[in-house]
């Protein structure tokens, strides 16, 4: 089916949304003569030093010379996913950017994310400051403290996830320069760095890491998570806005992190139903179980507050076989009514889009049909208004804060809140009106 056809499949659905999603769900390859002109450049923010790999074959590294993503013409920032299979082309011709399918231009006037003006430095030791920070789509960092998740260890990791798979491709194919566990004061002096070279970059941090089951140099967990998101704190003084990704934790778990000023959490669920959630998170469903883990993160708003609370969804994998749903409005209900339930209670999920890594244990897997990942993030949009969640918020702090799923999309294309193309076209029009006018 062409792009035009799918844009006819989903007639209430902003064409952009759509082609955003088969682009994510799909990946892409890279032309010649699109790879040569990249080569030629320095300008870009290039993939690298990332936390998951996000490609369908060989992991892409920094020195790749691969975009993070790229923008349409209006904006709309999309993932790069690369896949060697995929239908679609990203490739310069005549001196612009574009997108094909089997010859047919899909976008044009496409753009790319400078790059971060850190990316160049590098500490004493020879630690370059990338492999600490990332830019991430135009405007916001990325730190991942701990790239060596400690589920992998007894084979209990995520089936959807790559990242211990990622490092070591990391380790062994040029970006031999990739840390493993952050030093507290390494990590707050690269922050602080690079919010200072680069505003561009300093709407938001997110921060993860993997799971450290029992101690590293003699710190917990929490200890370890805690005592780094402390010395960024007094490196800066003042947080920017800010999010951390971690496993629940019980109360005083959660009052020690509240301390620490880090903005908001993300204690990530991956998938809704009960049975999926044993078989896809083995290691969560061991280590803390959902029912404490769901229960946990509903504490969490009594810390942090409504809309706070921001759980991270792999949209798609609920269909993954052979437990998965087979069915596309099943998966849908059981999803959405996972959002509903929480939502009801303060806790805003949020999600990404699903991508096949050939890392992770799901590498095998066949991508859900495009009209799942339409009908769920509409049903997402949909409950989103109900309990009146208007972004920003910390997973959405502007429209381009999110280039791995539709999320701001919905709102940005239609949605009529702060963010919507809606409102700010109706504020553009207001500011433009003589002085007087009504
Ligand atoms: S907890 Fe799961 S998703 Fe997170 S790093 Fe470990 S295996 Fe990956």
């Known amino acids: ?205 997110v921060i993860t890491g993997g799971t450290i089951l029992g101690k590293y140099r003699g710190q917990t967990e929490l200890d370890f998570y805690c005592s780094r998101l402390n010395a960024i704190r007094e490196k800066l003084q003042v947080w920017i806005p800010s999010t951390f990704q971690i496993d629940p934790q019980d109360d005083e778990g959660w009052k020690k992190l509240r301390e620490t000023g880090i903005g908001s959490v993300q204690p990530n669920i991956e998938v809704w139903d009960r049975d999926l959630f044993g078989w896809i998170c083995p290691g969560k469903s061991k280590l803390i179980g959902r029912d404490e883990w769901i229960k946990r993160t509903l504490r969490a708003v009594d810390f942090w507050g409504r809309g706070l609370v921001q759980p991270n969804f792999v949209i798609g994998v609920e269909m993954a076989q052979p437990h998965g749903f087979k069915d596309v409005s099943a998966a849908v209900k059981s999803t959405a009514e996972g959002w509903d339930f929480l939502m009801r209670h303060g806790v805003l999920p949020r999600y990404n889009q699903w991508t096949i890594e050939s890392g992770s244990a799901f590498a095998r897997q066949q991508r859900p049909p495009l009209e799942y990942f339409i009908e769920v993030q509409k049903a997402y949009t949909e409950l989103r208004w109900k309990y009146k969640f208007d972004p920003p918020f910390p997973s959405t702090f502007s429209r381009s804060a999110y280039l791995l799923c539709c999320l701001q999309d919905f709102e940005y294309y239609h949605g009529t809140g702060i963010l919507s193309k809606k409102k700010q076209d109706e504020m553009f029009a207001a500011g433009r009106k003589p002085a007087g006018e009504a």
């Open 1 to 205: 089916m062409s792009m035009e056809d799918l844009y006819k499949q989903f007639p209430d659905v902003h064409p952009n949304i759509v082609l955003k999603t088969e682009v994510l769900r799909q990946g892409l390859r890279i032309s010649d003569r699109a790879q040569q002109e990249f080569n030629r450049r320095d300008d870009i923010l290039w993939r690298g030093f990332h936390v998951f790999s996000y490609d369908s074959d060989r992991p892409k590294m920094y020195k790749d010379k691969i975009p993070m993503g790229f923008h349409l013409s209006d904006g709309c920032p999309v993932q790069i996913r690369t896949n060697a299979n995929s239908p679609y082309l990203l490739d310069f011709v005549d001196g612009h950017f574009l997108l094909s399918e089997n010859g047919e231009i899909m976008a044009q006037g496409i753009y790319f994310d400078p790059k971060p003006k850190w990316y160049d430095m590098k500490f004493e030791n020879g630690i370059p400051l990338p492999v600490i920070v990332q830019g991430f789509s135009g405007e916001y960092m990325f730190i991942t403290i701990n790239r060596y998740c400690e589920l992998w260890n007894t084979g209990d990791q995520c089936l959807f996830c790559d990242i211990n798979a990622f490092f070591k491709a990391q380790m062994s194919w040029e970006e031999e320069d990739i840390v493993a566990r952050l030093e507290p004061n390494t990590l707050a002096e690269a922050l602080k760095i690079a919010i200072e070279v680069d505003p561009r970059y300093r709407l938001a941090v």
